[in-house]
């Protein structure tokens, strides 16, 4: 089983950065990275950034030139660099981890919450 604690979320004033943190856990070898997703109060689940395995990432338009996903390997660790915050990027985040064991199984986190004030 995997594990996944994501953190560095917080209170943040419109224009500000915060730095998202997902550690994992457990039964780490052969997890694959899968991305971020947040959901807001009445809204649903909704994919913010992917970084694939050869590197390649990907974004959505609502976060594109503001919002950069990396993660170290060795550490088993994603991240969410957040800079430019707007209020609307107010939202409970989650990371997303794949594991192979005869079949890909997906792991999430508890989730950090981001609030960003205007």
């Known amino acids: 089983q995997v594990q996944l604690v994501e953190s560095g979320g917080g209170l943040v004033q419109a224009g500000g950065p915060l730095r998202l943190s997902c550690a994992a856990s457990?039964?780490?070898?052969?997890?694959?990275?899968r991305g971020w997703y947040r959901q807001a109060p009445g809204k649903q689940r909704e994919l913010v950034a992917t970084?694939?395995?050869?590197?390649?990432?990907d974004y959505a338009d609502s976060v594109k030139g503001r919002f950069t996903i990396s993660r170290d390997n060795d550490k088993n660790t994603l991240y969410l660099q957040m800079n430019s915050l707007k209020p609307e990027d107010t939202a409970v985040y989650y990371c997303n981890v794949r594991r192979f064991v005869g079949r890909w199984n997906d792991y999430w986190g508890q989730g950090t919450q981001v609030t960003v004030s205007s």
């Open positions: 457990g039964s780490t070898v052969s997890i694959t990275p």
């Open positions: 970084l694939s395995g050869g590197g390649a990432a």
